[in-house]
């Protein structure tokens, strides 16, 4: 079964840094679409960044400038640098991969890990 891991999630307060990293012994990231989404209590879950196969990425416009998703292919990792942080952007954030191949679509998921922005 393939395993997304995510980690890096804590408290932090208002206008800090956190990085996050997700890992996989089981899929190949520099082949797949990888996102982060988050979910913050009571709302949808929603997409944040993603980075491409390529390397070509895409943010939200609400964390444009302060986020950053990156991909190291030696170590098989996405990140996500989170700068300036703020209190609503306290949310699970959670790892993803996606691969379209023909006639089949590979979805994968970490278990997610929490981010909270308080003082």
């Known amino acids: 079964q393939v395993q997304l891991v995510e980690s890096g999630g804590g408290l932090v307060q208002p206008g800090g840094s956190l990085r996050l990293s997700c890992e996989s012994s089981r899929i190949i990231f520099s082949i797949y679409v990888a996102n982060w989404y988050r979910q913050a209590p009571g709302k949808q879950r929603e997409l944040v960044a993603s980075?491409?196969?390529?390397?070509?990425?895409t943010y939200v416009d609400f964390v444009k400038g302060r986020f950053t998703i990156s991909r190291d292919n030696a170590k098989n990792t996405v990140y996500l640098q989170m700068n300036s942080l703020k209190p609503e952007d306290t949310a699970v954030y959670y790892c993803?991969?996606?691969?379209?191949?023909?006639?089949?679509?590979?979805?994968?998921w970490g278990q997610g890990t929490q981010v909270t922005v308080s003082s």
């Open positions: 980075i491409s196969s390529s390397g070509t990425t």
């Open positions: 993803n991969a996606v691969l379209q191949a023909v006639g089949k679509k590979y979805d994968y």
